[in-house]
C-alpha cells in the first residue's frame, strides 16, 4: 500500500474551496479508490495523507494537481506502508474563531495512528499555521 503525503497553497482566485463541498467530493471519490488519509484545510494551506492501492493514490494526485485550486505541491513523503495509519478519511478544517487549541488537539487525535514523522508533520503544520 502506498502512502502519500503532500502541501500545497490555495490559489487565489480560483474558485471556491468550501469545506462541506471538498469534503463530500473527495469522500465519494477515495471511498471508491479505497483510499483514506487526512487532508487538513485552513482556507490557504492543504496538508495530505492518502493511502491505499498505488495506482489509485497516484491517480488522485494526478487529479489534485490538475485542479486549479491548488498551487505550489511539494510531495513531503511517498511510502510504503503495511497497514493503513489514518484509517477511515477525515477532514480537519479550521474555521475562522475556532480556538486554536481544540483544533491542534484534533489534529493529534486524528493523526495518532500515523509514524512519528507523519504525525509530526501534521502536529507541526497546525502549530506553525496557528497563527496564519
Same mark, same amino acid.
Not at 500545497?8 to 488519509?37: C, E, M, Q, Y
Given at each position: 500500500?502506498?502512502?502519500?503525503?503532500?502541501?500545497?497553497?490555495?490559489?487565489?482566485?480560483?474558485?471556491?474551496?468550501?469545506?462541506?463541498?471538498?469534503?463530500?467530493?473527495?469522500?465519494?471519490?477515495?471511498?471508491?479508490?479505497?483510499?483514506?488519509?487526512?487532508?487538513?484545510? /485552513?482556507?490557504?494551506?492543504?496538508?495530505?495523507?492518502?493511502?491505499?492501492?498505488?495506482?489509485?493514490?497516484?491517480?488522485?494526485? /494526478?487529479?489534485?494537481?490538475? /485542479?486549479?485550486?491548488?498551487?505550489?505541491?511539494?510531495?513531503?513523503?511517498?511510502? !510504503?506502508?503495511?497497514?493503513?495509519?489514518?484509517?477511515?478519511?477525515?477532514?480537519?478544517?479550521?474555521?475562522?474563531? !475556532?480556538?486554536?487549541?481544540?483544533?491542534?488537539?484534533?489534529?493529534?487525535?486524528?493523526?495518532?495512528?500515523?509514524?512519528?514523522?507523519?504525525?509530526?508533520?501534521?502536529?507541526?503544520?497546525?502549530?506553525?499555521?496557528?497563527?496564519?
Amino acid at each position: 500500500m502506498l502512502q502519500l503525503v503532500y502541501v500545497s497553497s490555495v490559489t487565489p482566485g480560483a474558485g471556491a474551496t468550501d469545506p462541506a463541498a471538498i469534503l463530500a467530493v473527495s469522500r465519494a471519490n477515495n471511498r471508491r479508490d479505497a483510499i483514506t488519509g487526512m487532508l487538513y484545510a /485552513d482556507g490557504g494551506r492543504f496538508l495530505q495523507a492518502l493511502e491505499g492501492p498505488p495506482d489509485k493514490v497516484e491517480a488522485a494526485i /494526478d487529479r489534485i494537481k490538475a /485542479d486549479k485550486r491548488h498551487r505550489s505541491i511539494v510531495i513531503l513523503s511517498s511510502r !510504503e506502508i503495511e497497514t493503513r495509519e489514518f484509517g477511515e478519511w477525515e477532514m480537519a478544517h479550521s474555521t475562522p474563531g !475556532e480556538d486554536a487549541d481544540s483544533f491542534i488537539a484534533r489534529i493529534a487525535k486524528l493523526a495518532a495512528n500515523a509514524s512519528p514523522n507523519v504525525r509530526a508533520t501534521f502536529e507541526g503544520f497546525a502549530q506553525a499555521r496557528r497563527g496564519a
